[in-house]
DNA sequence: TTGTAGGCGTTATCAC
DNA sequence: GTGATAACGCCTACAA
């Protein structure tokens, strides 16, 4: 900027007032600064106007995996959203990982971000800590975070779990196995009181042997499935309270000669992109992703700029059961009814 | 910090010394300062410490889509790497559109990033110029583009196509379809010459009426197949040469009520986590994705440590052919070759 | 071992 | 309309 004054022959001051449009700046002056700034290739750093001005037009997210299809198209739909409003998003995976994610937002914090949107993983009390020691606006999406007065947008998991198992139970499954994984999640928490919801409603108790509580990932969904489907009474229909883990379900029953639906219902949380493109098309639980990412940013923007209300503000979103080829009502089943 | 300095009664300069272990600080002065900096609640300021340096500690990264299989891996891969390495990652998403490429990497180079990946989109000119005038070090990842000598790791797609589609005229295949995107796009013409390099490497002659071109799509995908699967002579195997665009193809060929492989073999350019989950099990070519992100992140790495040769350095790994399903000899094959 | 002072590139507040 | 000049928060000689 002082090379561009250099040349065009101006005085830096001015030059700023052009770049910023602060202040008229005479045609003659506008015309050889306009030069000046090609011919030396000038760009405005904003490093030293985030420095001045206290604002880095920047913003962190963090998600545990940016794989997990959900998380995938959220990502996608925030980036995007603060691409239009002219902000970048700084990405970190948390991988699930307590320290990460503790790392991570010191390092967003350190780089001033503006705001952060958080799909936070881990205990409370750790993340309590951070939200409380910094003044910048935090976003909570998917998971809560109790004690933590934050805006947040949320999905009612307890309803969409219910729905889902519901459609199960209503096929005339008695035996349904529950998948998940994470039990210190709100999340998680929320789905398994779906479950249980679900099947109270339908006059089914509640069989501690057919829920299996793993790690998220895929090995975990198979290692669930093999020792479910070995059972002496083996269950007719299961659901995985996450994407991961489904497929390693899938996977279990293909190693196990099991034909879904045919032998055994699958239904899982969470939509994917393939989900009606192959067999069988599976049925799932999906989450307006599209609306929670352009909810978050809104309501972190709108944080930004200061003119949100001070309360905390939680938006709840309902998921879409999604009903395709994978469920079918459990062999036999017609005969007991009949 | 000038708080910090204050309360534990030392210059600001020595608080410094303590926070980056630069100079010895006595042990009552560490002591003092250590309480000091956590009655403020201090917490370096980045910007600051960026501004003064001349290095952010951070890359800006853009993809033309996150949701397509193959960037969410590469992206997964590479935003851990630089977290690892201490580096924060800004994540711009193109859509395959070229003004926002521009602008974006605009934003990232006003950001005083030490350093970019690029998985490029668009013409070579307006991106030549682009790099031209800056001095953060590229790399190019997926794409190459060119006229710019930026470090670059790429896949060898002219092979991998050929050894998708040469297993396709192995299997028996004379009219294999081919279907992919943008033209003008340095990986598509090297996977459309693959693919007439396993044509004549099976004596077979081109028809312009297998090939459809469209947009990356899905949708452009199921046009394609829909054109193709009813025209008179209609193909026995069809290759698409990315992701996305496969999924309308299988979307089509089930609503042509086409069996997939038994009506028709189907390859696919890009592995995906579902792939070998349902039915057809998809045989596609699967990219190293984890030495993408990995290399690329290094040679950045390098670049930015300044310790990588001058000229520039290309990276040109294989695909691998993951032969699954869907694919399957043409029906009467047996017969013809009998 | 510790303090003082200058400057990184901007913007904002004044005078002119 | 334009130009000095003082911050923004930090780091780094250099001096003490």
Same mark, same amino acid.
């Given at each position: 900027?002082?090379?561009?004054?250099?040349?065009?022959?101006?005085?830096?001051?001015?030059?700023?007032?052009?770049v &910023?449009?602060?202040? &008229?700046?005479?045609?003659?002056?506008t015309?050889?600064?306009?030069?000046?700034?090609?011919?030396?290739?000038?760009?405005?750093?904003?490093v030293?106007?985030s420095?001045?001005?206290g604002?880095?037009?920047?913003?962190? $997210?963090?998600?545990?995996?940016?794989t997990?299809?959900?998380?995938?198209e959220v990502?996608?739909?925030?980036t995007?959203?603060?691409?239009?409003?002219?902000?970048?998003v700084?990405?970190?995976c948390?991988?699930?990982?307590?320290?990460?994610?503790?790392?991570q937002?010191?390092?967003?914090l350190?780089?001033?971000?503006?705001?952060?949107?958080?799909?936070?993983?881990?205990?409370?009390e750790r993340?309590?800590?951070?939200?409380?020691?910094?003044?910048?606006?935090?976003? $909570?999406?998917?998971?809560?975070?109790e004690?933590v007065?934050?805006?947040?947008?949320?999905?009612?998991n307890?309803?969409?779990?219910?729905?889902?198992?519901?459609?199960l139970?209503g096929l005339?499954?008695r035996?349904?196995?529950?998948?998940?994984?994470?039990?210190?999640?709100?999340?998680?928490?929320?789905?398994?009181a779906?479950?249980?919801?679900?099947?109270?409603?339908a006059?089914?108790a509640?069989?501690?042997?057919l829920?299996?509580?793993?790690?998220?990932?895929?090995?975990?969904?198979?290692?669930?499935a093999?020792?479910?489907?070995? $059972?002496?009474?083996r269950?007719?229909?299961?659901f995985?309270?996450n &994407?991961?883990?489904?497929v390693g379900?899938?996977?279990?029953?293909?190693?196990?000669?099991?034909?879904?639906?045919?032998?055994?219902?699958?239904?899982?949380?969470?939509?994917?992109?393939?989900?009606?493109?192959?067999?069988?098309?599976?049925?799932?639980?999906?989450?307006?992703?599209?609306?929670?990412?352009?909810?978050?940013t809104?309501?972190?923007?709108?944080?930004?700029a200061?003119?949100?209300?001070?309360?905390?503000?939680?938006?709840?979103?309902?998921?879409?059961?999604?009903?395709?080829?994978?469920?079918?009502?459990?062999?036999?089943?017609?005969?007991?009814s009949?």
């Amino acid at each position: 900027m002082l090379d561009v004054a250099r040349v065009a022959q101006v005085s830096i001051a001015t030059v700023s007032a052009f770049v &910023n449009g602060s202040a &008229n700046v005479s045609p003659a002056a506008t015309q050889r600064i306009e030069g000046a700034i090609r011919t030396v290739g000038y760009q405005r750093n904003a490093v030293a106007r985030s420095l001045k001005l206290g604002r880095t037009h920047t913003v962190g $997210l963090t998600v545990p995996h940016i794989t997990n299809p959900f998380f995938t198209e959220v990502v996608s739909v925030i980036t995007q959203a603060f691409d239009r409003a002219g902000y970048a998003v700084m990405l970190f995976c948390t991988d699930e990982h307590l320290s990460n994610q503790d790392e991570q937002i010191r390092l967003l914090l350190e780089r001033m971000v503006d705001g952060l949107i958080v799909a936070r993983v881990g205990e409370d009390e750790r993340f309590r800590s951070i939200v409380g020691a910094t003044k910048a606006p935090f976003v $909570l999406i998917d998971r809560l975070c109790e004690g933590v007065d934050a805006d947040a947008v949320v999905l009612d998991n307890r309803t969409a779990v219910a729905e889902a198992v519901g459609y199960l139970t209503g096929l005339g499954h008695r035996r349904i196995a529950y998948v998940a994984g994470g039990t210190g999640i709100s999340t998680m928490q929320e789905r398994a009181a779906g479950y249980r919801a679900a099947l109270e409603e339908a006059g089914l108790a509640f069989d501690p042997a057919l829920v299996r509580l793993g790690d998220f990932h895929e090995m975990d969904g198979y290692a669930a499935a093999m020792q479910l489907m070995t $059972l002496p009474d083996r269950p007719t229909a299961v659901f995985s309270a996450n &994407n991961p883990m489904v497929v390693g379900v899938m996977k279990a029953l293909r190693d196990l000669g099991l034909n879904c639906p045919k032998d055994v219902s699958v239904a899982c949380f969470d939509d994917f992109p393939f989900a009606d493109v192959f067999h069988p098309q599976m049925t799932t639980v999906r989450q307006p992703v599209q609306a929670i990412g352009e909810q978050a940013t809104a309501l972190l923007l709108e944080r930004i700029a200061g003119t949100a209300a001070s309360e905390p503000r939680r938006l709840t979103l309902r998921g879409r059961l999604m009903i395709r080829g994978s469920c079918a009502p459990p062999s036999g089943w017609a005969a007991q009814s009949a």
